[in-house]
């Protein structure tokens, strides 16, 4: 099994990524129970949901306990394997921090804590959020390393 590393800058976004979700869900928590808040003339509404499936509150299996697994071993799985570069460790961090904020939110309330409302997209909360840039960036390393390699190649 490869060494598992984290550099100090992964370890940082860890640490930002997971304390701001945190602290964005408690703060949801406390004062969204009163009733939703809209910002932005309505544009941005934070509005207390528990999604209880998976992204876009799809129910894929029955059960908390299956995604805890499933969580754990994902993170597991990305620190087994290694990041070539800058992009990819922080592309890791970015998605082991917003897994780990929705793994504590199951562990400790049994299902995640959204709250961001915008037009047309399913509420989602700050975790949510760290595990779409993560992927995104994650894709952009991908072809990025697909393109160096094609053009090294004549």
Request: glycine share 8%; aromatic share 10%; proline share 3%.
């Amino acid at each position: 099994m490869p060494e598992m590393r984290i550099h100090i800058k992964e370890a940082w976004i860890l640490a930002s990524g997971i304390g701001i979700d945190r602290i964005t869900k408690l703060l949801a928590l406390k004062e969204l129970r009163r009733g939703e808040i809209s910002l932005l003339s309505g544009l941005i509404k934070l509005k207390l949901l528990f999604n209880e499936g998976s992204a876009f509150g799809i129910k894929i299996f029955k059960g908390n306990k299956i995604w805890i697994i499933i969580t754990s071993l994902f993170i597991i799985l990305l620190y087994s394997l290694p990041a070539k570069d800058r992009l990819s460790r922080t592309s890791r961090a970015f998605l082991v921090s917003g897994a780990i904020g929705n793994l504590l939110d199951r562990i400790i309330y049994g299902r995640v804590v959204d709250f961001i409302n915008l037009p047309y997209w399913p509420t989602f909360n700050v975790a949510d959020a760290l595990i779409t840039i993560g992927i995104v960036l994650a894709l952009i390393s991908f072809f990025k390393g697909w393109r160096d390699e094609d053009t090294s190649n004549p």
